[in-house]
């Protein structure tokens, strides 16, 4: 399928531009009429002209958050001014970047034209519209108000992205400081102490234990560098390929929140997407169970969604909400409290919100105190490395040096 940059004029006589797939320009043409649109120029995008062959050579990348959230954020506001949902999708996927959203903006305005739902246009697209997506929608189809579906949407997409950045960016700091501390080791063992180690066996001292191990580690890396390499590629291929299997994720998503320092950071950024995911299915009044199941595939983390299946269950036996989470001894005491007295009360997504709120505003402190935090523990490691090294090297001097008296 290639891409090809269209110019026409709608109904109304306005022009309209943008770029779409298809299988020939004829093909392009009889959709464009199909829409009310006159096509008045049809040509093959330059860009993308080799979408079709890329697709086939490495498949279709899924739209990130932002495009989303672009996307969302467009709908909303023509769908508020009044344009029919037909027209609106035509023009927010003219508008698009990503091949695969594009792709399927113009199968889902196909099948509006054929009298299809929207709700149920997008859940044929599991991959790009999650279940939470397609219950707002089709909540918002029933009760006539898709332009507040649209922007709960995109400002829940928007808090989202934001959670997972921040937990990121509390993920970023400490593996680039460790990798640092990793890489200058190596270069100490491999090109440095060979030359003091040199020096130390020319004289046959009687070496302390420091220096024997430097000069065994840096023997060792200097000798067997390659197998080094290779066993640290080999431990990386295997530890990514097995986290990519449904075993592999769930215990590498729990080991995340028994992480040092970040793994609270982690816990409590997880804990607000499921807030957030929660809040949103409840206030489009979907039932408890539907909510849940919206929420599993939502939180993006194996170790919950399985704690989250297991309250689905504990539910469907006769317990209460609570109960259910209680069991699953993944929430704190706080979110237990707040879901009681939201069940209690009846405003369950209120008093979700609040605690997504709360734990949003936890995540961004700790990330931002990371820095403070995870200094001490560098500067502990960084110094038995250096004392190490020091005594391991001087030691044998200061004895050279007493016995040159």
Known sequence: MKV???????????????????????????????????PLEVKESASLVNLGLLEELFGQTPPKTDDLVLMSRQLQTLVRAGIPMVRAINGVQGG?????????????????????DLSRAMASHPKIFSTLFVNMIRVGESTGRLDEAFGQLYRYMELDASTRKQIKSALRYPTFVMSGMFGAL???TYFVLPNFMGFFQSFKLDLPWQTKLLMATSQFTVNYWYLILIALAAGITGFISYINKPEGKLWWDQMKFKLPIVGDIIKRGTLARFSRSFAMASKSGVPILGVLESVAHAVDNA??????????????????????????????????????????SGSMDQMMDDIASFYEREVEYDVKALS??????????????????????????????????
Do not use: H
Request: no cysteine; net charge neutral; proline share 4%.
């Open 4 to 38: 090809y940059k269209f110019v026409g004029r709608d109904r109304e006589g306005k022009k309209v531009t943008g770029d779409m797939p298809a299988e020939s320009s004829t093909d392009l043409a009889e959709r464009l009429l199909k829409r009310g649109i006159q």
């Open 96 to 116: 698009s970047r990503n091949a695969m959203l594009q792709k399927a903006l113009n199968q889902i305005a196909t099948a509006l034209e054929s009298g299809q």
């Open 186 to 188: 190596f270069v100490m």
């Open 303 to 344: 170790y919950v969604a399985k704690k989250i299946w297991e309250m689905m269950i504990a539910i469907e036996r006769g317990e209460s909400l609570v109960q259910a989470a209680y069991a699953t001894q993944l929430f704190p005491p706080l979110v237990i409290q707040m879901l009681a007295v939201g069940e209690e």
């Open 372 to 405: 403070s935090a995870i200094e001490p523990l560098i500067t502990i490691i960084m110094g038995i490395m250096i004392a190490i090294l020091a005594m391991g090297v001087f030691l044998p001097l200061w004895d050279l040096v007493k016995g040159a008296k």
